[in-house]
């Protein structure tokens, strides 16, 4: 899973799977990652159309790895392209999880953005 999570240049450590999989069966992360996925298998996949993400109205970061297997970049583009008032940051070097793959990065973007807006 971590794998899968991350950029091929990421060093996956014991400490991370076990961080990992503490998470998935903390029992409150279980019941929300339940809900969510019921909620995305119900819908037929993870899945929102144009029109409900151009209702957004706030300013919106858009956080995306460039190497994200499970997000793509062109899905990150294309809110980018959707959301009236979005900004865009892409990881380089990066899968899934930008805020573990390259916490400092991801916080100096968050923070600039936050502070800015």
Avoid at 44 to 56: A, P, R
Avoid at 85 to 102: F, K, L, N, R, T
Wanted: net charge negative; aromatic share 12%; hydrophobic share 35%.
């Amino acid at each position: 899973m971590v794998q899968t999570l991350t950029n091929d240049d990421f060093v996956i450590t014991e400490e991370k799977i076990n961080y990992r999989h503490t998470n998935s069966i903390d029992p409150s992360n279980e019941e929300a990652y339940g809900n969510v996925m019921e909620r995305i298998k119900s819908q037929g996949g993870l899945f929102y159309e144009d029109d409900f993400i151009s209702k957004v109205t706030q300013k919106t970061l858009v956080v995306n790895g460039k190497n994200d297997l499970v997000v793509p970049l062109s899905h990150a583009y294309r809110f980018l392209e959707l959301i009236n008032d979005s900004w865009g940051y892409i990881v380089p070097h990066c899968g899934h999880w930008a805020m573990i793959e390259q916490p400092s990065d991801f916080a100096s973007a968050v923070s600039r953005f936050i502070e800015s807006h």
